[in-house]
């Protein structure tokens, strides 16, 4: 199994910046991604962004391209999703995901997932 819990997440005003951190532990990523979704109240969740865990491919919801980042350190277990530049429509909890099939993006094809850490962005 594999366990993830996220953090970084708070209020920040438009224009601003937050960096989330997704800690993961229990069997190994290798083969892995690790992507990042969002849900907004009332709304689907979405995919944001994804990293395959050995070879470093990125994958980006082009609403989030060019103002988004997300990187991982292996000995560190854990995916960074670096956010600037926001926008209140970025306003959601965030969540982690783990997929051993590849960095898509589809929510169907990840298979553990974080609690979510929420992210207020105010105009």
């Known amino acids: 199994q594999v366990q993830l819990v996220e953090s970084g997440g708070g209020l920040v005003q438009a224009g601003g910046s937050l960096r989330l951190s997704c800690a993961a532990s229990?069997?190994?990523?290798?083969?892995?991604?690790v992507g990042w979704f969002r849900q907004a109240p009332g709304k689907e969740r979405e995919f944001v962004a994804a990293?395959?865990?050995?070879?470093?491919?990125?994958n980006y919801a082009d609403s989030v391209k060019g103002r988004f980042t997300i990187s991982r350190v292996n000995a560190k277990r854990t995916v960074y999703l670096q956010m600037n530049s926001l926008k209140p429509e970025d306003t959601a909890v965030y969540y982690c995901a783990a997929s051993k099939y590849g960095s898509g993006t589809a929510g169907d094809e990840y298979n553990y997932w974080g609690q979510g850490t929420q992210v207020t962005v105010s105009s």
């Open positions: 990293v395959s865990w050995s070879g470093g491919t990125t």
């Open positions: 229990g069997r190994t990523l290798n083969g892995y991604a």
